[in-house]
Structures are given as structure tokens and as C-alpha cells.
């Protein structure tokens, strides 16, 4: 009951046509759509449940998700609703649905959201225009550590993109999410098609694409996809030829006799067995398959192997690895398992000073579009003879333009003005010097980005991983620096004047809206260990390779 003196709400009558007809007495700020639905069961009697009442208001139906008041939902005094039943089951079958598009529907979101994120990414991440709290950076390597130069920066924004596509997609294979991951391998393969196909023509990132997309279908069942998965296949298995040689003399080549790629090898065969088997030719099939068990038995591990190398201090899964990519020759495989240690050692000493040329080139502050200078360029205008600080600010301001620049150098009045701006700039830091210099320093502080080893490949070897993680998913972090040995006084007074210019031009050309959820998932997925793709579990390809070879074996010898 209302207390005393508290008013009441007002009530509306509304009208409902249909299976129930009747007038309501409803307050319509309050009441939900679920209230009214349930009203109406309770009317129409007979043990109606309320989620089998359908309300049809203005040609759209009411839904209880989201929670929103009948005036919310559109109500109106004297509104006329359409009420209609459904069966328990046709119920669960509508709600199904729904819950179903509403899934879908934010698949659809989260798909736009992870190219979104990959595309900014890559393009900050090209043109060195990325961010102060990013701890992170992303560079192509090949499998020897080597920086890959590119011709086109196009080129690098696309390939860039379609690695970190590619290898979200790997994770999510690794967890069962193969459905989902189809749609991202999808995504990276137009990334790739973006790219210069001299470019990717001799590595194996896109057959190893083709055979992650064939090997979704497979895992779904998708008997649909049957044709294209054998033209998939066929491609995947032409571009191997290309980037490994024929019959991976190449690959074992650069690999020292190493058959790191067996185990792709063995998911390739059976994928082309089960699509051979399937379009009724029964010869190629089981040629294909009984290939693909030969190379799968090679892969089975003696346990005494994988002991042998964990008494020596290795890990279990890093001897396995080693062990099936040597033929379980043990002075090779600690021989791998050294040089694979000697690379992380190297990487992790290489990210140090990349760390400290970072610290260096955020000291300098963004060009007006966002972008930080160019080291390269301002290393040729010191060369030259020009102090550091006002070669710096000179490419800043022209937007790393180098020919603008030293024309500004060259200039005796331009480079008098340039000194003198800089020098006001100093001097009011240096008034301030307890709000200025410490906000100086801080934003110097935040942009210590540790590097991924994004690794890909230009000619040689054949393969491009993409990957590398920021230090706090590294094999151990990288110290703490200390400023002062990483950047000089004239770099710190430059920051300082940097952050002010920074402030100035913030309107004309604001840093873009950013996903930093989606890209830091995206980038904490970046491993950069060269043979990790080439390390995959076959325990599920053996079973099906003995499950069709069985059906093989009752199977007519014509193809």
C-alpha cells in the first residue's frame, strides 16, 4: 500500500487485441514489457507460461532484453497491442533464434573492432607514429633476426596487418574456436592480398594459411567446402614448393638438415587424402594417406629421447620440439635448442638498445601529424655539422621532410628564429621548472616500449612467423634504465620543448580514437618464435589418418 500522503502513479489504459482482449490499467513509466507479458498469461489462464505470450506493438515485437518501460518501449495512453501464443517449444526455438542473432551480431562487431585494430596498428607501427603507452613495437625479422627492408611502406602496412591476423586466428585454434578463427583467417588473407605478390611468393605464410583455413573446415565438418578446400589445397601445397623447394631441399638447407616442416607435411597429406577420399578417388587417397602416416610415425618421440634432454636442464616442450625436428638425434637437437637460446639472449639485448633509441626519438616529441622524427634522417643532418637538438626540431615541424629541414637549417635567419623559439621554450621550462620539467620527464618516462620481434621473411628462409611480446610476457624482463643513459641533456630540453609544440598542435590534428583493448590483445599474441607455426601437435591428425585409412580398406581399388 502507498504511505500516506505519497502521490500515486498516474494510471493509463492501454488496449490488447489477439489471443487476449482486454483493456489494462498500466502505469507506463514503470511497468516492463516482461510485466505486461506476464499480465497477459495470467489473463489468458489455462497455466500459460508468460514467456510463450508474443506482444506485437507497431509492426515490431516487444522484447524483454533490453529491461525498458512500456513508454521507453514506444506506449502511448490508449495504445493497442497485439497479443498471440506460441508453444513451449516454438518459445525456446524463438529465443533460441534470437540469442543466436545477437550472437552473430557481435561477432560481426568484434570482427570490424580486430581489422580496425590491426590496421591502426600496423600503420602507427610503419610510419613511427605510435603511441607513448604502448609498451611495445612491432618489426619484421627473418628466422635469422635479420631486419626485412621493404621497397613500398604499403607493402610492410599490409603484411604487418596480415601476420597479426593470422596469428590471433592460430590462438584461437589453439583453443577450439575454430568457427571463429575461420573468419579471421579469412580477414588475414585479404591482408595478404594487399601485399606485393613478389613479395610473398617465396615464404610460406599464405600456403600456411591455406592450410589453416582447409584444416577449419575439416575440424567443422564442412562437407560444404569440399571443392574449395581441394583449391585451397592445391595452392597451399604449390607455394610450399615455391618457399621450400621440391621436396624441402631448400627448407633443409637453410635449416642445417633439419625437417622442421614435417609436421605440416603430415597435415597437408591428410587434408588432401580426406578431399581425395571424398570426391571418390580412391587411389590418390590412400596414397596421400599413407604417406602422411609415414611422416606421422616419424614425429612419435621416445620418452627416453625427451628424458635424456630434461636431465641436461631443458624444458619438456622445447625438447620434444627439438627432438622431432632433428629425427631424435640428440647432439642436434641440443645443438637447436643452443642456438634457439643464443637467439632469445640476442633479441632480448637488441630490444635493450632499441629501447634506449626509442627514449631518444620520444624525447624529440611528434611531428604535427603524429608521427615521431626520423633517427635515420636526423642522423644524416648531424653529420653534416648540425647540433642534434635543432636538426631534431627542424624535421619535426616539417613532418620529417629532410630537404625542408636543412633548407630551414641553411637558412641563417629561419635557424636564428628556430634557436630562438627553442631557447624561450627552454627558459620558461626553466622558470617552471617544478610543473614543466617533470611533465617533460614523465612523458619521456611512459614511452619506454619494449620491441616485438615481429618475424617474417624477404627471400630467405622460407618462413615468416609473425610475433613478439612486450617484456612482461618475455622470457624475462629487461632492467630498469635509468634516463640519464639513454638521453643527453640537449635530447631532455628538446622533450621538453616537444610537449609544448605537442599541446599546439593537438587541435589541428588530434592522435585518432583507438581500440587499446582489441590491440593489446592483438599485439600480447605476437610470440616471435620462428618455429613455432612448424610446431604443432599431430595427436589429432594421426587419429584421422587411421580413421580414413580404415575406410579405405573397404573401399573398391579404382580411383
Not at 27 to 33: A, E, I, K, M
Not at 477 to 486: K, L, Q, R, T
Request: charged share 30%; net charge negative.
Amino acid at each position: 500500500m502507498a504511505s500516506e500522503g505519497a502521490p500515486t502513479p498516474a494510471a493509463e489504459r492501454i488496449r490488447v487485441v489477439g489471443k487476449w482482449a482486454g483493456a489494462l490499467e498500466v502505469d507506463l513509466g514503470s511497468w516492463t514489457v516482461s510485466m505486461l507479458r506476464a499480465e497477459v498469461a495470467r489473463r489468458v489462464g489455462d497455466g500459460v507460461e508468460p514467456e510463450c505470450v508474443g506482444l506485437i506493438f507497431g509492426g515490431r515485437v516487444l522484447k524483454d532484453d533490453p529491461p525498458a518501460s512500456l513508454r521507453e518501449a514506444g506506449l502511448k495512453a490508449n495504445a493497442k497491442v497485439l497479443s498471440s501464443l506460441t508453444s513451449p517449444d516454438r518459445a525456446k526455438e524463438i529465443d533460441a533464434q534470437a540469442a543466436k542473432a545477437k550472437a552473430e551480431e557481435e561477432h560481426a562487431a568484434k570482427l570490424v573492432r580486430l581489422w580496425e585494430a590491426a590496421k591502426a596498428l600496423s600503420q602507427r607501427h610503419t610510419d613511427g607514429s605510435y603511441l607513448a603507452e604502448e609498451d611495445y613495437n612491432l618489426d619484421l625479422e627473418d628466422q635469422s633476426g635479420q631486419k626485412v627492408m621493404f621497397g613500398s611502406v604499403d607493402d610492410k602496412k599490409a603484411l604487418t596487418m596480415a601476420l597479426m591476423l593470422h596469428q590471433k586466428a592460430k590462438t584461437q585454434m589453439k583453443k577450439g574456436m575454430y568457427k571463429e578463427a575461420l573468419d579471421v583467417l579469412i580477414m588475414a588473407e585479404e591482408a595478404f592480398s594487399l601485399c606485393d605478390p613478389k613479395l610473398i611468393e617465396k615464404v610460406d605464410n599464405v600456403p600456411m594459411l591455406q592450410l589453416d583455413i582447409v584444416w577449419c573446415y575439416f575440424v567443422l565438418r564442412d562437407v560444404s567446402c569440399l571443392e574449395v578446400a581441394g583449391a585451397r589445397l592445391e595452392k597451399a601445397r604449390l607455394g610450399f614448393e615455391r618457399s621450400h623447394g621440391k621436396d624441402s631441399t631448400r627448407f633443409r638447407i637453410l635449416q642445417a638438415g633439419r625437417q622442421a616442416d614435417l609436421a605440416i607435411y603430415v597435415r597437408l597429406e591428410l587434408l588432401e587424402g580426406v578431399v581425395a577420399y571424398h570426391n571418390g578417388h580412391v587411389e590418390k587417397a590412400r596414397e596421400s594417406l599413407t604417406s602422411a602416416h609415414a611422416k606421422y610415425l616419424q614425429l612419435q618421440v621416445p620418452d627416453e629421447a625427451i628424458s635424456m634432454l630434461m636431465d641436461m636442464g631443458y624444458e619438456a616442450r622445447s625438447a620434444k620440439r627439438a627432438l622431432k625436428m632433428t629425427g631424435y638425434d640428440i647432439q642436434s637437437s641440443v645443438e637447436l635448442l643452443c642456438e634457439e637460446r643464443e637467439k632469445k639472449l640476442r633479441r632480448r639485448e637488441e630490444d635493450r638498445v632499441r629501447q634506449r633509441e626509442i627514449l631518444k626519438q620520444m624525447a624529440y616529441g611528434k611531428t604535427p601529424m603524429n608521427k615521431a622524427v626520423d633517427m635515420q634522417k636526423l642522423k644524416g643532418l648531424t653529420a653534416i655539422g648540425f647540433e642534434k637538438y635543432l636538426a631534431a626540431e627542424a624535421l619535426r615541424i616539417n613532418e620529417n621532410d629532410a630537404d625542408k629541414a636543412l633548407d630551414l637549417l641553411t637558412n641563417p635567419e629561419q635557424n636564428c628564429i628556430l634557436q630562438s623559439k627553442i631557447q624561450a621554450r627552454r627558459s620558461r621550462a626553466s622558470c617552471g621548472f617544478g610543473a614543466g620539467s617533470s611533465r617533460s620527464r614523465a612523458a619521456v618516462a611512459r614511452a619506454a616500449p619494449a620491441i616485438n620481434n615481429s618475424q617474417t621473411l624477404d627471400n630467405a628462409p622460407p618462413h615468416a612467423a609473425d610475433g613478439g611480446a612486450p617484456p612482461h610476457a618475455a622470457d624475462g624482463d629487461a632492467p630498469p634504465m635509468n634516463n640519464e643513459e639513454i638521453a643527453n641533456q640537449d635530447e631532455i630540453m628538446i622533450g621538453e620543448v616537444a610537449v609544448d609544440d605537442e599541446d599546439e598542435d593537438a587541435n589541428s590534428h588530434p592522435v585518432p580514437a583507438r581500440d587499446a583493448s582489441m590491440e593489446s590483445e592483438l599485439a600480447n599474441e605476437l610470440k616471435g618464435d620462428a618455429l613455432d607455426d612448424y610446431d604443432i601437435d599431430v595427436s589429432n591428425e594421426g587419429q584421422a589418418i587411421a580413421e580414413y585409412l580404415s575406410l579405405l580398406e573397404a573401399a573398391p581399388s579404382s580411383s
